[in-house]
């Protein structure tokens, strides 16, 4: 069984993923439930990461979490479930399918291991996702924009501030509410936004660019 095991392990230290899954494989086929297999699980789903084979991944990862629920290797499991998704995220232009799974189980492995290695990285991808989600968001608000359609803009807009106000687009979700208020003459609602655009980013270009917009029609922020 050692034996098996560690051939498995060779095969991965040569990076021959699909070898390697077939000496764990068949570890857990001799010996099912044993310290081994129970490694041997894991080990397989990392092989099918490195891979690119998410969905097996996944699979394997969820599998040894159904046999092992209580075993202190859960925590890689959840982590390496999560970074599968997080690895399939696509660009912004796209749907953005993957990117809400990668923030559901990456978050899933904060709340359930806090304290380990695998909740600070997930943590870290956490705000990487949300800045991903909030480009969509951008992206969208300003087609809109872009299409004369104001309304159906300051909603993206909004979503930003409310859902991701700690990344990097937030600056802009808030200028871009300027400009669509101005544009439907909601001169109150523009000032009140320039105004906490101001607070927040007083040095900011995008304030600059508000602060202007708001000038050229003879405007203040509140």
Request: proline residues 3%; negative net charge; aromatic residues 14%.
């Amino acid at each position: 069984m050692e034996a098996i095991y560690a051939a498995g392990a060779s095969q991965l230290d040569q990076r021959r993923w699909t070898a390697a899954v077939e000496y764990f494989q068949e570890v857990e086929r001799q010996h099912p439930y044993s310290e081994w297999s129970r490694r041997s699980i894991l080990m397989t789903a990392y092989a099918h990461y490195e891979a690119n084979d998410y969905d097996e991944a996944r699979s394997d990862a969820d599998r040894f979490v159904s046999l092992y629920p209580g075993s202190p290797s859960a925590a890689y499991a959840y982590y390496i479930k999560a970074v599968c998704y997080f690895e399939q995220i696509i660009d912004v232009g796209r749907d953005q399918a993957a990117t809400e799974q990668a923030l559901a189980a990456l978050r899933e492995v904060v709340r359930r291991y806090p304290t380990t290695e695998y909740a600070t990285d997930a943590k870290l991808k956490i705000d990487m996702v949300n800045d991903q989600l909030a480009g969509k968001e951008m992206a969208i608000g300003r087609w809109y924009l872009r299409q004369n359609e104001p309304l159906a803009a300051i909603g993206r807009f909004k979503t930003v501030i409310d859902r991701y106000q700690t990344t990097s687009d937030t600056a802009e979700a808030l200028y871009r509410l300027v400009e669509a208020y101005l544009t439907l003459g909601l001169n109150d609602e523009a000032k009140r936004n320039a105004a906490v655009l101001g607070f927040n980013y007083p040095g900011d270009g995008w304030y600059s660019d508000a602060y202007a917009l708001m000038s050229g029609k003879g405007l203040q922020p509140a």
